[in-house]
């Protein structure tokens, strides 16, 4: 007979309903899958890909089960880009122009005021850009499904005064996302940019540490901006998407097929979300304005001038080199 002391029959206790929380039942998954974004939970975002989620589970019959975690809930973009690379995430959504600082051509769809509009933006993308872009992000192990969620066209928010201009941008405090590109472009009209994970981002407008700062209207409104934020500017600098990307290794210890169905999904949900962020944009500056936003237009011809200006297009068609800048302007037209 064992004889238990107090203390070992206090964990054995305390370890038996903790093992069977931990344990799957009979049929669980075969690969139990984190995705990590910085979304809202109302974002359509997150939304559609829980949609994606729950039918891969259906149609895998229980083998893929990919649990959601919006809101940065596993850290800030840049912790989860390395927990991504690690494999302590599965799958993360991530702007292009933050995932540059690993993959520097996948910032080249934020190049001021490149798409005309979405009758360019998605051609080029679902096309030779996004082709060029997936196969440098395929070298860092990684790997990129076909279809881009949307995050939008983006424009500028400021808590002091109304920016009409670019002189308005003069000396402006404003939080970009952590991306070369965005402190670039900012710097060259002539702003103090500073460079902050989107986690962070209200409580740096609630407490001043920024005046301003710049997003969709889809994550002004989920992310609540609003409340912290008086102007809003339509200066539509620059359009913005997320790859949906997948950790390399994660991706390969699935079968084909089930990477085919895990795939087919995520991309059938982008195309629904893309919808989604169309209509919003065509409702929200109402709603945006019932809180209290003041909206302000501005001239992207002036905004344009100061980037052509200050070289910034030259510096960059650099950077990139010839044959990505030249997939661009094939998609949309000469740019420097
Ligand atoms: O960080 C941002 O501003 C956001 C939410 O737009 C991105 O993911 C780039």
Do not use: C
Request: zero cysteines; charged letters at 20%; proline letters at 4%.
């Amino acid at each position: 007979m064992i004889r238990l002391t107090r203390r070992s029959a206090l964990v054995a206790g305390a370890t038996l309903p903790l093992f069977a929380i931990g344990s799957r039942p009979a049929g669980a998954a075969e690969f139990a899958y984190k995705f990590a974004n910085n979304a809202a939970e109302t974002h359509p975002l997150v939304t559609r890909t829980r949609e994606a989620a729950a039918r891969i589970r259906e149609k895998t019959s229980g083998r893929v089960e990919i649990q959601v975690f919006p809101n940065s809930q596993l850290g800030s973009d840049t912790d989860t880009l390395s927990q991504l690379r690690s494999g302590a995430v599965e799958f993360f959504t991530l702007s292009g122009l933050i995932l540059s600082t690993l993959v520097p051509v996948a910032s080249i769809n934020g190049i001021g005021f490149a798409f005309k509009d979405y009758g360019q933006v998605w051609p080029a993308m679902d096309g030779a850009l996004g082709s060029h872009v997936r196969a440098e992000i395929a070298k860092r192990g990684l790997y990129a499904f076909s279809r881009q969620y949307d995050n939008g066209y983006r424009q500028i928010t400021s808590s002091t005064r109304p920016i009409r201009t670019p002189e308005d941008l003069n000396g402006f405090k404003i939080r970009v996302p952590p991306s070369p590109l965005w402190t670039s472009m900012f710097k060259a009209f002539g702003a103090a940019p500073t460079s902050i994970n989107f986690s962070e981002t209200y409580s740096a407008l609630q407490t001043r540490l920024v005046d301003g700062q710049e997003n969709p209207l889809a994550i002004i409104e989920t992310g609540k901006l609003y409340e912290v934020q008086k102007y809003l500017t339509v200066t539509n600098h620059m359009w913005d998407g997320f790859w949906f990307l997948a950790n390399k290794k994660a991706w390969e210890a699935m079968p084909a097929d089930v990477r085919g169905i895990v795939e087919g999904e995520f991309n059938a949900s982008a195309m629904q979300q893309r919808e989604d962020i169309a209509k919003l944009n065509a409702s929200l500056r109402g709603a945006l304005e019932a809180k209290g936003l003041q909206f302000v237009e501005s001239d992207a011809v002036l905004f344009r001038a100061a980037l052509k200006k200050a070289g910034f297009y030259a510096e960059w068609k650099d950077k990139y080199g010839a044959e990505a800048w030249k997939t661009l302007e094939d998609a949309v037209g000469g740019l420097a």
